[in-house]
């Protein structure tokens, strides 16, 4: 906990899937260090319920709590975000300190597509965050530092020998719910060292990625899965899941491809801490190469021409 700053006063974060769960406890986290925040959600009505949350336990000023609509399941939605963005009163142009990739879907029990036809699994937690960097990374380079955060999971080791299933991306053929949702988190750790390499190659030194897990946290991710029923009695609570994206946003010690978690009983409970496990396949550079050009061909955005 003392690598989390206590004043953060001056700086922005934008967090994605802000509205419960690890994103909200995130943004109270932040704001009660004084951080100004915007609010990115699918749902506006939800997540201005959780913003008067955020303004009442953290004393903030309500006009730097700041709720834009985004939609992860759309790209077309992703697109159009900075047009929203860009008229919230004091926003358009400033730097952007965090850009905390947040938001996701876990095991949905069927397959599901996204408006433009992809598995909704893979579409929300990988492609859509691809296309929303994309469009937020201007704001990004225009920080003296700034911080890129995925968070992950430990579900991220679920993934198969094989990585990402490139030749049934859609689940057209199969539609396993843990597999894929192991893919999901596996693909944020994938992204963030394709990211860190062409941040080194373009000699960006005030940009760097970094990635984070809850370790076993109780939030409404977990709903619909077999898990509800146990996380009462041994889940953390998300205040406590949420502190390792705090730590990972805002330690200024971070190092590109960090990876924070809870530092007790494998890495489920407890304080947040650096240097966490991480699958070995996260540094194949070829399937890092393969995912960021999936995503490209998906989102139509060159986020690499961007930076």
């Known amino acids: 906990m003392d690598a989390i700053p206590k004043d953060l006063t001056g700086k922005l974060a934008v967090v994605t899937g802000a509205n419960s769960g690890i994103g909200l406890e995130a943004c109270i986290h932040l704001a009660k260090r004084k951080c100004e925040i915007v609010m990115c959600c699918r749902s506006v009505n939800k997540a201005e319920e959780a913003r008067a949350q955020i303004i009442k336990q953290s004393g903030m000023d309500a006009a730097t709590i700041h709720v834009v609509q985004l939609d992860l399941a759309d790209l077309d939605n992703i697109r159009s975000f900075r047009q929203r963005y860009d008229v919230e009163p004091g926003l358009a142009g400033k730097p952007i300190d965090y850009l905390i990739l947040n938001a996701g879907i876990m095991a949905l029990n069927k397959r599901e597509l996204t408006k433009q036809g992809i598995e909704a699994q893979m579409g929300t937690n990988v492609v859509g965050h691809f296309a929303f960097t994309a469009a937020m990374i201007d704001l990004c380079k225009a920080a003296p530092t700034s911080r890129i955060v995925a968070v992950s999971s430990g579900a991220h080791h679920m993934a198969p020998k094989h990585g990402i299933t490139f030749d049934d991306f859609n689940r057209d053929k199969s539609y396993k719910k843990w597999q894929v949702y192991g893919e999901t988190k596996l693909g944020n ?12 190659e373009k000699q960006l030194s005030n940009i760097i990625a970094v990635g984070c897990h809850p370790g076993y946290s109780n939030t409404h991710l977990q709903d619909d899965t077999v898990f509800k029923w146990v996380n009462v009695l041994f889940a953390q609570s998300p205040v406590t899941g949420a502190l390792p994206t705090v730590l990972a946003a805002t330690d200024p010690a971070a190092k590109r491809n960090g990876y924070a978690g809870p530092s007790r009983v494998f890495e489920m409970w407890g304080a947040p801490k650096w240097g966490c496990g991480k699958n070995k396949l996260v540094r194949d550079t070829a399937l890092q190469d393969k ?8 989102t139509h955005a060159d986020l690499a021409a961007k930076l």
Do not use: G, Y
């Open 189 to 200: 750790l994938l992204f963030v060292a394709k990211l860190n390499r062409l941040l080194e």
């Open 291 to 298: 995912l960021w050009e999936k995503c490209e061909e998906l």
